[in-house]
């Protein structure tokens, strides 16, 4: 299980990781890991690079935190896991719609995550920072999942997103 021991983050995200309806993510698989362990690492991540690039590092944690937070869906239905990959952002929104209180930011976060396969923009830099990391982190837990052998190290994350996002 991934642990997080700065404070400042776990209090940014307190009231979202104590929420019944979150914590069913614990039981449900992403990528090989639970979808609760993969929305924290995406959040993680996220806000360590955004406040390292000084941008509103708290949206990125909170709308990173809930960038997959739907609960409906028969997870161990291929065909059913595959077509909700073109419409759990929305399904995302609402649910943490209902569950939270959001800012512009965190929504256009959770929307467009899925950008260019799910049709919302990103229009902040955070959006972008997130969808990146999630890209990113993903593939890595799909490789691992798999055991494909990959030879990129992922721990150079931070440098791949901040190239990225220099040069754009």
């Given at each position: 299980m991934f642990v997080i021991k700065n404070k400042e983050y776990k209090k940014i995200v307190k009231d979202i990781l104590r929420n019944k309806e979150f914590k069913k993510l614990y039981n449900i698989e992403h990528h090989g890991i639970s979808r609760y362990e993969h929305l924290v690492k995406i959040s993680y991540y996220s806000?360590?690079?955004?406040?390292?690039?000084?941008?509103?590092?708290?949206?990125?944690?909170?709308?990173?935190?809930?960038?997959?937070?739907?609960?409906?869906?028969?997870?161990?239905?291929?065909?059913?896991?595959?077509?909700d990959t073109f419409i759990h952002p929305k399904k995302s929104l609402i649910t943490s719609n209902i569950n939270f209180n959001l800012n512009?930011?965190?929504?256009?976060?959770?929307?467009?995550?899925?950008f260019p396969i799910y049709p919302a923009l990103p229009k902040y830099k955070e959006s972008i920072l997130v969808n990146i990391v999630d890209k990113v982190l993903g593939l890595k837990e799909?490789?691992?999942?798999?055991?494909?052998?990959?030879?990129?190290?992922f721990n150079y994350l931070y440098v791949l997103t901040l190239l990225f996002l220099i040069n754009n």
């Open positions: 806000y360590i690079i955004a406040k390292k690039l000084k941008l509103d590092y708290k949206s990125v944690c909170r709308g990173g935190i809930l960038h997959d937070f739907y609960l409906d869906g028969d997870e161990r239905n291929a065909k059913r896991k595959f077509f512009n930011i965190e929504k256009n976060i959770i929307i467009s995550h899925m799909m490789i691992l999942e798999y055991h494909y052998k990959f030879k990129y190290n």
